[in-house]
């Protein structure tokens, strides 16, 4: 069982940054590939990037390419999504997501974080 719990999310001005953290618990947190989705009102839940347990590779969403990076430190059970250079468009509840193995970009996923707003104004 992992629980996890996402905190970062507010208000931004177009062009700014935000930090999300997601921490989990569990003891085998190293062996779960980790994401993060965003769904904004009216739409469906979105792939935003995904960063594997054990080698730390990574993987985005081509709208957030250069402008979003996601970490990881197993050793204290924590992800992060830095988001820089943020537009309007990635105004949503940004979810982190757990499954044991590979990265996927459906949301095919164990463990569900309970979101946290993120609203960028123009």
């Known amino acids: 069982q992992v629980q996890m719990v996402e905190s970062g999310g507010g208000l931004v001005q177009a062009g700014g940054s935000l930090r999300l953290t997601c921490a989990a618990s569990g003891r085998t947190f190293s062996s779960y590939a980790m994401a993060w989705f965003r769904q904004a009102p009216g739409k469906e839940r979105e792939f935003v990037a995904g960063?594997?347990?054990?080698?730390?590779?990574?993987y985005y969403a081509d709208s957030v390419k250069g402008r979003f990076t996601t970490s990881r430190d197993n050793a204290k059970n924590t992800v992060y999504l830095q988001m820089n250079n943020l537009k309007p468009e990635d105004t949503a509840v940004y979810y982190c997501?757990?499954?044991?193995?590979?990265?996927?970009?459906?949301?095919?996923?164990?463990?569900w974080g309970q979101g946290t707003q993120v609203t960028v104004s123009s």
């Open positions: 960063i594997w347990g054990s080698s730390s590779s990574t």
């Open positions: 997501a757990a499954r044991y193995g590979t990265v996927v970009t459906t949301p095919s996923y164990t463990y």
